[in-house]
């Protein structure tokens, strides 16, 4: 889901899930954020010498409480999932853990808020309006992407990318397992209006609070923002959301209970691959 406000937060929300990646290119990125977030920021509002030096030091203060308070959590998670991975899964245990990495990922949130609220309430309404043109135009650029694509080259866009991080999880994949895939990106082609109806509001909520970032609200507002995008919220369409999550809970029951003696011994190993990044992480 494509939501206007997640584009230019797009890197505080990348280091909710950033160390879910194993390699050592994923840790290098987490102890360099406080150089690529500021570089990344840069392709929507070109911030003051002053204004990145702050951003900077409060990043780095923010990250270092994220290491010491939320990277332990996130081991001792994932440790808990391998231990019931061992047998197959229930659409209720995936929903069980899909809420709790999801909680997980909002305190990190939350965590790394009040460095974005401090920028923001020191940007000028020249900034402000750069950063908002610059959103319009992703929009902008986005919808005219997506409206050139028929449904099916949609659907194909889906499969794919579903089929491609499944590999990197369990490895091959069976005719099966591919079919299953389809029906996941297929579910995922037939919600796109709800996604673009949230994205449309959550984008209202965005504009609103930059023009009252200095009011004494301002950051519990904020974080209450990026959690519900996180957490996949906006009450409008909650209904709808919560019927998306229950149908997809219930096909990675199936993938998962599809999986073989191999395919599931190869989870594992990527699962403990991760572990021991964030382990060095929690260390360093």
Not at 43 to 53: N, Y
Not at 239 to 266: H, P, T, V
Request: net charge positive.
């Amino acid at each position: 889901m494509s939501l206007a406000c997640a584009r230019w937060q797009r890197p505080l929300l990348s280091l909710c899930f950033l160390v879910l990646l194993s390699g050592c290119a994923a840790r290098l990125a987490y102890n360099t954020m406080n150089y690529w977030v500021p570089w990344y920021l840069d392709d929507f509002v070109s911030l003051t010498p002053a204004q990145e030096s702050r951003f900077k030091n409060e990043l780095i203060q923010a990250q270092a409480v994220h290491r010491r308070q939320e990277l332990p959590k996130l081991h001792q998670y994932i440790l808990e999932f391998q231990q019931d991975l061992q047998r197959p899964l229930t659409s209720a245990q995936i929903a069980r853990y899909h809420y709790s990495f999801t909680a997980l990922a909002e305190q990190s949130v939350s965590v790394f808020t009040p460095p974005v609220a401090n920028l923001l309430r020191y940007l000028s309404n020249i900034q402000i309006d750069q950063i908002n043109t610059n959103i319009n135009k992703e929009l902008d650029e986005l919808r005219a992407k997506r409206g050139k694509l028929s449904q099916e080259e949609k659907l194909q866009r889906y499969t794919a990318r579903f089929e491609k991080f499944s590999k990197e999880w369990v490895g091959s994949l069976t005719k099966e397992q591919q079919a299953i895939i389809g029906e996941l990106a297929k579910h995922q082609l037939d919600m796109e209006p709800v996604f673009f109806s949230v994205r449309s509001g959550l984008y209202q909520q965005w504009q609103s609070l930059l023009s009252q970032r200095h009011r004494p609200e301002f950051d519990a507002r904020l974080e209450k923002l990026f959690r519900d995008v996180v957490g996949l919220r906006y009450a409008p369409v909650q209904s709808q959301l919560d019927q998306y999550l229950q149908r997809r809970f219930e096909l990675m029951a199936q993938l998962n209970q599809s999986l073989s003696s191999s395919q599931r011994q190869y989870l594992m190993n990527q699962l403990t691959e991760t572990r021991k990044e964030i382990a060095v992480l929690i260390q360093q």
